[in-house]
């Protein structure tokens, strides 16, 4: 399988950071993993990595986190220049959403939603489903 340019996971939670970034690696999903513990560090992360195929290839993000949450990154997110979010995908994960968060999410630049945890299968239709890659075996 061609591997993702970079990933940049978004969470809070340092247990699910660490998990996730196990699970991908072992995987071999990609050889870049940038972590971001809320919303403002991941659009810091995401300027120092702007340029041409610079930006990450997929944004798994969480939705309830301290500081900036993950509707307010994608609120963001949005204003970024177009040429920088043109080949990111944005997953969102998360363990129940609120009615308010899901109608606002249905506004924002969202590939999907996807419960945690994360898993083997769940990463295998990511990537089936938007980048036409399948895991090796």
């Known amino acids: 399988m061609e591997k993702l340019s ?14 996730n970034e196990l699970l991908l690696k072992s995987l071999g999903v990609t050889d870049e993993l940038l972590v971001a ?8 992360l ?4 702007a340029g041409p195929g610079g930006g990450p290839a997929l944004i798994l993000l ?6 900036m949450n993950g509707i307010e990154f994608l609120e963001n997110y949005v204003l970024l220049p177009p040429e920088q979010r043109r ?3 944005v ?13 606002r999410l249905t506004e924002l630049s969202i590939a999907g939603l996807v419960s ?3 898993t083997q ?15 090796s075996d």
Request: aromatic fraction near 4%; proline fraction near 3%.
């Open 91 to 103: 997953i969102m994960l998360t363990t129940t959403m609120d009615a308010r968060d899901l109608a």
């Open 6 to 19: 970079s990933i940049l996971l978004v969470d809070d939670d340092s247990t699910n950071n660490f998990l």
């Open 62 to 67: 969480d939705v309830n986190m301290p500081g």
């Open 116 to 118: 945690k945890p994360l």
């Open 87 to 89: 080949a990111t995908i």
């Open 37 to 44: 513990e809320n919303g403002t560090d991941a659009l810091a």
């Open 121 to 135: 299968e769940k990463i295998a239709t990511i990537l089936q489903l938007h980048f036409q890659r399948t895991l």
């Open 46 to 49: 995401l300027e120092q990595t």
